[in-house]
Nanobody, 126 residues
Framework: QVQLVESGGGLVQAGDSLRLSCAVS????????MGWFRQAPGKEREFVSA????????YYADSVKGRFTISRDNAKNTVFLQMNSLEPEDTAFYYC???????????????????WGQGTQVTVSS
């Protein structure tokens, strides 16, 4: 079965950077569109960023555009989320997700994804 394992979360101060990683096993990573979502306490899960299977297309939520960068290494079956200029509002549990469908019109909704990781906590102090 497909497994996703996130890493790289932690406690940082506002303005700092973190790099999240998501290692994928058990499937054909190079064919998956990948996404990052986050969920803060008491809030719904929200889209953060996504990248197409080839890496040729990337998508970002307005709240992170210009600060976060998504990338992937198909040789290592890993997707990354580089987070710069972190703000307290970025505090959340961050989840990696994989979309294995042949055709996907959108990649910004949780229901667009078939597999999910367990998440990693990111806490940004002010």
């Amino acid at each position: 079965q497909v497994q996703l394992v996130e890493s790289g979360g932690g406690l940082v101060q506002a303005g700092d950077s973190l790099r999240l990683s998501c290692a994928v096993s058990g499937g054909t990573f190079s064919r998956y569109n990948m996404g990052w979502f986050r969920q803060a306490p008491g809030k719904e899960r929200e889209f953060v960023s996504a990248i197409s299977w080839s890496g040729g297309r990337t998508y970002y939520a307005d709240s992170v555009k210009g600060r976060f960068t998504i990338s992937r290494d198909n040789a290592k079956n890993t997707v990354f989320l580089q987070m710069n200029s972190l703000e307290p509002e970025d505090t959340a549990f961050y989840y990696c997700a994989a979309n294995s469908r042949t055709v996907s019109l959108t990649l910004t909704r949780a229901r667009d994804y078939d597999y999910w990781g367990q998440g990693t906590q990111v806490t940004v102090s002010s």
